[in-house]
């Protein structure tokens, strides 16, 4: 994809539509803004446009003679010099269906006709933008994997290579995190409208992901970083494992349907569903191994995630030499697929970081670290990882953690709520939101004056410095990198010009960086708090409230109690119960049993178990059972097994 662009040039668009007044229209609206367009009326034209311009966006209509939008875009997909091309749909067409498909075919995004232009330009800017964060991280990280290599073979620069790679680190963070926090942020401020259609909460659901993923690809470097300099520790607290694996088997049943993968999570009985660990850390490793087994499994295969009390502590005990305590115990995890497996040669060198394995480099997905993250995170909570693997057949991932039994009431569950306003008969609060990059400020502002503040801006640390001078505000949200005066040298003479008889100004610094020993230097500049970037707007009110006592209006928003998810296999029975209950059934009913459980139809299939309550209780209450606890897939193959 070209990046050559010319002052003037905001991107290069091909607009692919076969009615010449949208073309007219797009491409005018489009060069207006300084893109350089392209149009042109049919799919093969659009084809060889797109490999002969390498454009850096597509604009595809769905509708066309020939060749429609979706082939094209599959065409595209499969050619590595278009594949990695954003489609974004521009269509008349506006059912769920339709865009399914645009998605599944390779669409980032979908346009439905008549559409605004603003909505238009703000799409593509975004897209435009992914794509510039994409390729600042490949290059980052490429960099970073040569410091390395050059680290390793000059021994006696090692000292001075480990602090290079600390400060590029740094650096990394603050120039990648920086615009996420405004692309996150503002997804959070415009979802406060009460007015947005059902198609813009999803736009911006779609913006969020994104941003997310980028996020994530950023933190697997950060966090890699972290362990390697030892600065990374254990957060052991208390949590509900249930609720977590449900909300791992939600967020990866989505992903597998697509795939047409059957994905079962099977918790032993002896699993509490309480315990104390590193619920962060444990929730990486596994969305890690799952994140794999799905990318390496081909259609119509199958993930099994299996969770036991383990009977044996891990071989690396030295991690914790006092594991052996009656006061803990370990778990047992599993993650099995039937993938395209791991050659020998290749599973020494598995968890080497930036190591990727063929399969892995095929995906050309990811950054190579998930592994080593989640090896070095299992050691952290005092266990080990193993894998076994047959080529083309599968694999099976295998780790222990340590983990401390907890109860129901050591869990504490916020509320979920969102302050909407300030409550009345309290003062006028100055915030002055100090930052050189203009959409972070403005993301300061927007969140901030609909509650009821008073907020201005500083672009760097010397205008900061006179505004608290001239307007005295209440507290200042400074970030620390800025040209001309950074924020720390702001804070320092803020700090010394202060009177002790005059009222002192709260000061939190907005950090891009994600390494502990920068709140060090932090609080030794005289701030008295930070926040990390990007960060969630609730973060932000809460912090102004504990230091300024501000009381707000809140809209209360729903949220799960403990313990309210479903509870694995407590009450579920085995195949031997189900079978001769099943097979007395009119093979009729277990027929329509199965055509709706494999419809995906909840609601059908509780009537047709409905029917038999009366005169088979048992029955029915145990299939209502899996029903509670969508288990649609045992029901299906419960069914099959009768119907074969």
């Known amino acids: 994809m070209t990046t050559n662009k010319t002052e003037n040039n905001k991107g290069n668009i091909l607009i692919v539509d076969d009615t010449p007044e949208n073309l007219q229209v797009l491409s005018a609206t489009l060069s207006d803004r300084g893109y350089k367009v392209r149009g042109v009326i049919n799919g093969k034209m659009a084809i060889r446009a797109a490999r002969s311009g390498s454009p850096d966006l597509i604009l595809l209509d769905i509708k066309m003679p020939e060749m429609d939008g979706y082939e094209v875009c599959t065409q595209l997909k499969l050619d590595p010099k278009t594949s990695e091309i954003p489609v974004i749909f521009i269509s008349a067409l ?40 994409k390729k600042q991280l490949i290059d980052r990280n490429t960099e970073l994997q040569q410091e390395i290599i050059e680290r390793k073979k000059a021994e006696e620069a090692a000292a001075a290579a480990s602090l290079a790679k600390s400060q590029f680190v740094a650096n990394m963070s603050h120039e990648l995190r920086t615009p996420l926090n405004a692309i996150l942020g503002f997804t959070q401020v415009m979802s406060r409208d009460s007015l947005l259609s059902h198609e813009n909460i999803e736009n911006l659901r779609i913006i969020n992901r994104s941003g997310q993923h980028l996020l994530e690809l950023i933190n697997d470097v950060l966090d890699l970083s972290k362990i390697e300099a030892g600065i990374i520790g254990l957060d052991e607290r208390s949590f509900d494992l249930y609720q977590l694996l449900d909300t791992l088997e939600e967020m990866f049943q989505i992903k597998a349907e697509t795939k047409n993968l059957q994905l079962r999570f099977s918790v032993q009985p002896n699993v509490p569903q309480y315990i104390k660990t590193d619920e962060k850390k444990l929730r990486v490793c596994l969305i890690n191994l799952l994140g794999n087994a799905l990318k390496f499994t081909p259609n119509c295969g199958s993930i099994w995630l299996r969770a036991v009390q383990a009977n044996h502590q891990p071989a690396k005990s030295e991690v914790y030499p006092n594991s052996t305590s009656d006061d803990c115990y370990f778990i047992l995890f599993e993650v099995e697929d039937t993938g395209v497996g791991i050659a020998t040669a290749e599973i020494d060198k598995l968890f080497e970081a930036f190591v990727q394995t063929e399969a892995g480099k095929q995906a050309a997905d990811g950054t190579g670290l998930g592994l080593t993250i989640t090896k070095k995170y299992v050691e952290i909570m005092g266990g080990d990882i193993e894998v076994e693997s047959v080529l083309g057949e599968g694999t099976i991932f295998k780790f222990n953690i340590r983990v401390f039994p907890a109860t129901s009431s050591e869990i504490t569950v916020a509320t979920s709520q969102r302050a909407i306003a300030l409550q009345p008969d309290q003062p006028i609060y100055r915030i002055l939101a100090v930052d050189d990059n203009q959409e972070n400020r403005l993301l300061l502002v927007k969140m901030l004056q609909p509650i009821g503040f008073e907020v201005r801006e500083a672009e760097n640390g010397f205008q900061a410095l006179e505004l608290w001078e001239s307007w005295h505000p209440d507290l200042i949200w400074l970030d620390t990198r800025m040209p001309v005066m950074d924020g720390f040298e702001a804070v320092r003479q803020i700090r010394a010009k202060e009177k002790p008889s005059e009222r002192r100004t709260v000061i939190i610094a907005l950090t891009a960086s994600t390494f502990e020993e920068k709140k060090g230097e932090i609080l030794a500049a005289g701030c008295d708090d930070f926040v990390r970037k990007p960060f969630q707007e609730q973060m932000l009110f809460d912090k102004i409230a504990s230091y300024l006592g501000v009381r707000y209006i809140y809209q209360e928003l729903p949220a799960l109690p403990v313990g309210a998810l479903r509870r694995y296999f407590v009450s579920e029975k085995p195949d031997s119960f189900f079978s001769p209950l099943l097979a007395q059934m009119p093979r009729s009913w277990v027929q329509e049993l199965y055509d709706a459980v494999n419809d995906v139809d909840e609601e ?18 145990a299939l209502k059972d899996l029903l509670a606890d969508y288990r649609l897939d045992r029901i299906m193959d419960l069914t099959q097994s009768i119907l074969k």
Do not use: N, Y
């Open 94 to 133: 506006d059912e769920v269906l339709d865009k399914v498909t645009a998605f599944k075919v390779g669409g980032v995004d979908f346009i439905t006709k008549p559409f605004h232009v603003a909505e238009v330009l703000a799409r593509i800017e975004h897209q435009l933008t992914i794509q510039r964060l």
């Open 604 to 621: 059908l299939a509780i009537q047709i178990v409905d029917r038999i309550s009366e005169t088979h209780p048992t029955l029915a209450e």
